[in-house]
């Protein structure tokens, strides 16, 4: 794809300065050069919160369609150029490492070594949580996963395209629903709404089974063990959907849910 061709639309919040946004556009228009793919489609958010006692108050995140496949990333910075500088990076990180792959070696996303910040990022660039009293939480985003069932390895893949904390998707041989995610140690692991649990170890991308059963919760009991516990997210079954779920906490407070379609 020629660059000039490539499609760009930068949203704002909060006071963000006209150069800032004309800088975001022209930094993500020069990421075609990175791909072998056309990017179809790029959106861009840059969003400048007000609250003085935030370190990195500027926040810019981005959604790159490649192809038909998302590539995205989400940053903070001490101001919004800042921030716009480290989207590019992660973005480009980003698209390198697909054009590495390539679609035939989507099953070889090389994972981190224990320790290491996953994709090379430093945990000073992400975005801080914002410690919303628990009476004032709410589930404002409801999204559901891919239909598509998908291996192990395909999991991992989106994972690192994506920059999740976790991926929620249906395993393909065992057709349940199961989360992959990043432990505490860098390393992948996968757990799964089942009894029989996929077997990892065949896996190309080195991956660590958690054989524990996913609580069956309703929702409010999930948001209340979000709430007490000290878990990224939970990864529960809906005792009135009988099907895999995970609610987390979002950076603004709140929580996100997501759910099978």
Known sequence: MDVQELEVSVTTAGDV??????????????????????????????????????ERPALAEATLDVNGRPVRAHVAGHDMMEAVDLLEERLRRRLERQAHHGDGERRRSPIPQPGEWRHGDLPTQRPEYFDR????????????FALEPMSCDEAAFDLEMLGHDFYLFTELH????SVIYHADDGHLELQQATDEPAVSEGTA??????????????????????????????????????RGNVIYRRYDGHYGLITPA
């Open 205 to 242: 991308t080195p991956i660590a089974l958690n054989r524990q059963h996913p609580p069956v919760l309703t929702l409010a009991e999930a948001e209340e063990r979000l709430d007490t516990g000290h878990e990224r997210f939970v990864f529960f079954v809906n005792a009135e959907t009988g």
């Open 174 to 177: 065992s057709g349940a629903d």
């Open 17 to 54: 300065a006209e150069a800032a946004k004309q800088y975001a556009a022209e930094k993500v228009t020069q990421l075609a050069r990175y791909t072998k793919r056309p990017i179809l489609f790029a959106q861009v958010r840059l969003t400048l919160e007000a609250n003085p006692s935030r």
């Open 133 to 144: 009293p628990v009476e004032e939480r709410e589930v404002v985003r409801h999204k559901t």
